[in-house]
Every structure is written in C-alpha cells, then in structure tokens.
C-alpha cells in the first residue's frame, strides 16, 4: 500500500511541477490523492498498525516533497478534513 500510495503521489508532484505557472494561488484541493482512497486486508493487528503508520509517514513525507514543488506552505490538517475519516477494518483489514 506505501509504495503504491507513494508513486502515486509522486506522479502527482510531477503533474504539478510541469504545471505550476498555471496553477492558480488557491491550493484547495490540489492534492488528489489520500491515504482514505487506500485499502488492504491483514490477519495480524501488528502489521495493520504497522501499514496504518507507514502510510502516515509516507503521507507527510510526500506532502513536504509537495510544498516544494509548490513553493508554498500546506496544512496537513486541512488535507485531512476534506477527505473522509480514517476508520480501522479491523482484525482483517486495513483502511488509512
């Protein structure tokens, strides 16, 4: 799920770095992809934790790879209120 979720997320900073001129000053919603759009399946609690903060990581890891494309300072915060609430799966699955 990181992985995929951080090349995915790069793609993104690349679309946004060969477009920045015609980007417009509101960065509302420039970021498309969220940790709430991925999901996995895990028997072991541990790793679901584990996957969960991984993702966390890699999420504020790319949102700084994005502030610098950008050249402007984001809210993390903000990013997470548009997107739908995080919620566990469980013993057997895993949702960001």
């Not at 969960?52 to 402007?72: C, N, R, Y």
């Amino acid at each position: 799920l990181t992985e995929t979720y951080l090349s995915l997320r790069k793609l993104e900073n690349e679309v946004l770095r060969c477009s920045t001129d015609q980007i417009s000053m509101d960065m509302e919603g420039i970021i498309q992809v969220s940790i709430g759009q991925f999901y996995g399946i895990e028997i072991n609690d541990f790793a679901v934790t584990v996957a969960k903060t991984a993702l966390w990581i890699a999420e504020s890891q790319m949102m700084k790879e994005t502030e610098d494309v950008v050249h402007m300072s984001l809210d993390l915060r903000q990013h997470h209120r548009r997107q739908r609430p995080a919620t566990g799966l469980g013993k057997r699955g895993v949702k960001a």
